[in-house]
């Protein structure tokens, strides 16, 4: 059988509309016995790159700056601890995986659970890059995940054993450290994030096992949000990456780094030109903190938050639909303890403005527990600023205890038939291609608030609606809960 044979064998999961992480399950082949003609030096960093480089153009190619960092990029062989019959997850990830619920099986759904059987541990593959002469590696989570074997094989063939320094799952970085004889050749993240849709870029990684890759594009977009995470802030890029890439580098015209390749998206499971990197000013946040405590220490709020349209702007009394609206303040949080409610806007966090609430997901993230912010808040109709002391983020079994209990219901109102229950007003009915209905409120949500006030009976959503009305309001504000927890939905009153 030829070799081209055997790679149009592989299965490369053609999943239609298939967020991958970019990492396959065949054996490594590596980067091959061959060495550059000029091999890079221990010292050579962006910094030692910046001479010459700065100038390259795509017109002549981009063959002087791969010649440059190509060195420091490295594959990754891992050996799990599961047997391969015990996997239950998606092909090359790790069960459980936030991107894992795209994977189906074309044929029919999810597969039936297999009797265990004994054999060879699963290999799974990636991409990584040298980032110290003292043998620090850069690669994704999703990769060495659950692995009691790693390795990592280097551009002139040298194979050396890592071991995992720390993960995080939530941005899907990792670090790795391998013992040298020698310096390594690195490369570094770039320190500015000054990143445009349209610059070009260099993605180097190990795709489908095949060995030491160069591809090139541009930056499709900034800011994407696949659903992977709380922190999704990726860069789309169309450079070719596909299975195996996972954990490597994309490089600008200079030789920074300035993304770590995750997840493509591809209705085949190759590369359709939608890719997706982790920003360089992310991954050397945390790959900082896994290097000196081997873990990410984050801050943690305890809310619940929702974009804030122009309707609910308006039955809140703002002039513009801006900041980030708290739907649920959890029991025992940092945020009850500094005071903030249910209902508050948050405009700012430490003078910076919040435009979203991803922002204050980052924000809050980002600082220290026990360090004290200022929020500044739009609440009862007017500003104000109160002080918050951030608490450290609560482990699974931590947030699952302060976690409010599911409740079934949400709602009830205009363009819906409501009934009182020991639970409060319960939406009975909604009627269909009304406002309600487009808003997402459906039979059994339970009304919490109207307009800021608590209800229990169908006589205070009368009496709240009234008052709204003489008020001059355009819509009114409901408090909605659900077993998928609290949400703010203004309905406009014109229509009831």
Excluded: C
């Amino acid at each position: 059988m030829s070799h081209t044979t055997e790679i149009k064998k592989k299965n490369i999961f053609k999943t239609k509309g298939t967020f991958i992480a970019a990492v396959g399950a065949a054996a490594i082949i590596g980067f091959g016995a061959a060495s550059l003609d000029h091999p890079v030096s221990a010292e050579t960093s962006v910094q030692a790159l910046q001479t010459g480089l700065s100038q390259s153009h795509p017109m002549l190619g981009f063959a002087d700056m791969v010649e440059q960092v190509t060195p420091a990029v490295v594959s990754i062989q891992v050996v799990q601890a599961v047997p391969a019959a015990a996997q239950q997850g998606a092909p090359g990830f790790p069960q459980g995986h936030p991107l894992e619920r795209f994977f189906r099986d074309r044929q029919g759904g999810e597969r039936e659970a297999e009797p265990r059987r004994q054999g060879p541990r699963p290999q799974s593959q990636g991409s990584g890059f040298v980032i110290s002469a003292d043998g620090y590696i850069v690669t994704n989570h999703h990769v060495v995940d659950k692995g009691v074997d790693v390795s990592v094989v280097f551009k002139d063939g040298t194979e050396v054993k890592a071991e995992i320094v720390g993960t995080d799952q939530k941005t899907d970085l990792a670090l790795l450290k391998i013992e040298a004889d020698r310096d390594l050749p690195f490369v570094s993240f770039k320190e500015t994030d000054d990143l445009r849709v349209g610059d070009w870029v260099v993605a180097v990684g190990n795709p489908f096992g095949l060995g030491g890759t160069v591809t090139s594009g541009i930056v499709s977009a900034r800011g994407r949000d696949i659903g992977a995470g709380p922190y999704d802030d990726f860069i789309q890029i169309d450079a070719s990456i596909n299975q195996g890439n996972s954990g490597g580098p994309t490089f600008d015209l200079a030789g920074n780094v300035v993304g770590v390749n995750t997840a493509i998206f591809s209705p085949t499971g190759g590369n359709v030109g939608i890719g997706f990197a982790i920003p360089a000013a992310v991954a050397s946040d945390v790959i900082a903190d896994l290097r000196e405590n081997g873990r990410v220490d984050r801050g943690w709020l305890g809310v619940a938050i929702q974009p804030v349209g122009p309707e609910i702007a308006e039955s809140l009394g703002l002039a513009e639909d801006e900041g980030a609206l708290i739907s649920q303040v959890m029991a025992g949080s940092p945020a009850e303890a500094g005071g903030l409610e249910l209902g508050d806007v948050i405009y700012s966090i430490d003078g910076t403005v919040m435009e979203t609430p991803k922002d204050v997901s980052k924000a809050v993230a980002g600082l220290k527990a026990g360090h004290t912010a200022s929020f500044n808040l739009w609440r009862d109709g007017s500003r104000t600023t109160i002080n918050v002391e951030i608490g450290a983020y609560p482990d699974e079994q931590q947030s699952a205890a302060l976690a409010s209990p599911a409740e079934d219901g949400v709602l009830d109102g205009l363009g819906l038939a409501l009934a009182e229950s020991p639970e409060g007003v319960v939406v009975r009915a909604v009627k269909p291609a009304s406002q309600a209905a487009e808003k997402g409120l459906r039979p059994g949500d339970i009304i919490v608030e109207v307009a800021g006030d608590p209800v229990a009976t169908l006589s205070d959503v009368t009496k709240d609606i009234a008052n709204a009305r003489e008020l001059d309001r355009k819509s009114v504000l409901l408090l909605v809960r659900s077993a998928e927890g609290q949400r703010f939905v203004a309905l406009r009153l014109q229509d009831t």
